[in-house]
């Protein structure tokens, strides 16, 4: 934190704050990225803003678009689920889902965030594991969806 203060960082637990910042902030969109070695934190932190999502009274779609290993450790193979963050889908989630909110867990790829990044008009979380994620990991995601008022969420 002493290093990069203007990150706004939380840990797993707080699910809750970020579904309420959703709400809050108007999107219909959250798009949960997951850095190296956080795939199934960031899925289960994606689970459990839809569950809070629900409690509140919206209705969610929760996508999970995590990478998978394609045999050699360098190399990941995005599933065809990705395409939920084109921007006409994140603007018209009602038309294409049945639903009020669209939840979004993906690895943190330059195909995927390409299709998210400079737009506002979703709510962005990147999941870091502490000791295993690099800052410059981290601050290069930031960097690409700092549009999005990202939160980096830290996985014990």
């Known amino acids: 934190r002493?290093?990069?203060?203007?990150?706004?960082?939380?840990?797993?637990?707080?699910a809750g704050?970020?579904?309420?910042?959703?709400?809050?902030?108007?999107?219909s969109t959250l798009v949960v990225l997951s850095l190296p070695s956080t795939p199934s934190s960031?899925?289960?932190?994606?689970?459990a803003v839809?569950?809070?999502?629900?409690?509140?009274?919206s209705s969610v779609t929760l996508v999970n678009a995590i990478a998978l290993e394609s045999g050699d450790a360098s190399s990941m193979a995005l599933p065809d689920e990705v395409w939920?963050?084109?921007?006409?889908?994140?603007?018209?989630?009602?038309s294409y889902f049945s639903t009020d909110m669209l939840v979004v867990a993906c690895t943190a790829e330059p195909e995927a965030v390409g299709l998210i990044s400079g737009q506002?008009?979703?709510?962005?979380v990147i999941v870091a594991k502490e000791?295993?994620?690099?800052?410059?990991?981290?601050?290069?995601?930031?960097?690409?969806?700092?549009?999005?008022?990202?939160?980096?969420v830290l996985a014990p």
């Open 2 to 14: 002493a290093l990069a203060p203007e990150l706004t960082m939380r840990s797993t637990t707080q």
């Open 17 to 27: 704050e970020v579904a309420g910042r959703l709400l809050e902030s108007g999107h």
């Open 42 to 47: 960031a899925s289960r932190f994606a689970a």
């Open 50 to 57: 839809a569950n809070h999502l629900r409690t509140h009274g």
């Open 84 to 94: 939920v963050l084109r921007r006409d889908i994140r603007q018209d989630v009602k």
């Open 120 to 124: 506002s008009d979703l709510m962005a």
């Open 131 to 152: 000791g295993r994620s690099s800052l410059q990991q981290v601050w290069d995601t930031v960097s690409a969806v700092e549009t999005a008022d990202p939160i980096v």
